[in-house]
């Protein structure tokens, strides 16, 4: 049996919209046959992706998941650089010319390599999530086609790598329609996060005012509408330890860093949702982290029934503990060991935990 670390995070957001629905709303769903507040698990691991907690820690160990590569290639031929350099944002120069032609010609054949394409275009009709060690072979292509002026052939194309040591692809997955034995399972499975009370979603009516309006004209500059709610939020995240040693190519220290990149992440980072509206940046208040080699489970049965009291992170901790013990008593140990930090009460650290998760 793999060992498992599971963690268990109450986040409190002032008015806030983390997470849009197709309408501008709060996410919302229902649970225990009242309205939540939802932010969605793609949004939660956009945001840590996309942290700076990630970019330092894993520095060189990120992917790139976009359906555009084949046009950087394009343009990485184009403008006689490599791929690494077009996708920092600083092309080196460093290559010899490839005409137009043959630039976007190689660029639609090395994208078809990881999915389908538009109509003679070198963008996926679909995400992909490149590894490191591909954007490399790709790299290695680029400078062989731009030294020979021949178009790749069907050995040059072998870019695909089965293994890599791609921390997100390792903790998240990857899904090639195209060529599913480079498809990788998550190490890594989280759950939308839900507030532990009912909600109202709110309306927030409100005005500009011109700055150049003399008072000649009394109305004001724009009127508008947004949406919001306030709430505690409880997330869920597991993580199969032994999967993402085995995707990170057996590379246990890598499996190590990445656990505790994300730990710190779910902790620190909020969603990037109306932040600029709402200030609603927000760290966890209570985590409890637990980890053995029992079969995981999530203690959302703790908020089936809306939590009402008043100290509500404080009857949520108590809820989600009480839940925890009754668990052991009717199923056994679900881990092996246990640690816990309460912002409210000043108990136990964020160290404390990502010392506990890592070896």
């Known amino acids: 049996m793999s060992e498992f670390i599971q963690l268990h995070l109450l986040v409190s957001y002032p008015p806030s919209n983390l997470n849009r629905d197709d309408l501008g709303r709060p996410k919302t769903a229902v649970m225990g046959g009242k309205e939540r507040l939802r932010v969605s698990s793609q949004s939660l691991k956009r945001a840590w992706r996309q942290s700076d907690v990630f970019k330092e820690s894993l520095s060189g160990y990120i992917g790139v998941r976009t359906r555009r590569m084949g046009s950087k290639v394009e343009e990485a031929l184009a403008s006689d650089s490599s791929l690494k350099s077009v996708l920092d944002g600083n092309p080196d120069g460093k290559l010899s010319p490839v005409p137009e032609k043959k630039a976007k010609e190689a660029a639609i054949a090395i994208a078809s390599k990881f999915g389908k394409c538009d109509k003679d275009s070198p963008v996926h009709k679909q995400m992909v999530h490149f590894s490191q060690e591909e954007i490399e072979a790709i790299d290695s292509l680029l400078a062989k086609i731009s030294e020979s002026g021949n178009a790749p ?108 990149a994300l730990v710190e992440a779910s902790a620190k980072v909020s969603p990037g949702g109306k932040q600029n509206s709402f200030a609603s940046r927000a760290y966890a208040s209570y985590i409890l982290a ?24 404080g009857g949520s901790v108590r809820e ?33 935990i990502l010392a506990f998760v890592s070896r």
């Open 290 to 313: 637990e980890k053995g080699t029992q079969q995981p489970r999530s203690l959302a049965v703790s908020f089936l029934k809306p939590v009402r009291d008043v100290d509500m992170l």
């Open 153 to 260: 052939d069907d050995s040059d194309l072998d870019l695909l790598r089965k293994s890599h040591k791609t921390a997100d692809i390792g903790m998240f997955g990857r899904m090639l329609a195209d060529a599913p034995v480079y498809n990788c399972d998550a190490a890594v499975q989280v759950s939308h996060a839900i507030t532990v009370h009912d909600v109202t979603v709110e309306d927030d009516y409100f005005t500009a005012v011109d700055d150049l309006n003399t008072g000649a004209d009394t109305g004001s500059g724009h009127i508008g509408e947004s949406e919001f709610a306030a709430g505690l939020f409880y997330t869920y995240v597991c993580i199969n330890r032994d999967l993402l040693v085995e995707n990170l190519s057996g590379d246990e220290e890598l499996a190590n860093k990445a656990i505790k």
């Open 320 to 352: 989600l503990e009480a839940v925890r013990g009754n668990m052991e008593k009717v199923y056994g140990k679900c881990a092996d060991d246990f640690i816990s930090m309460n912002v409210q009460d000043g108990t136990g650290s964020l160290d404390e």
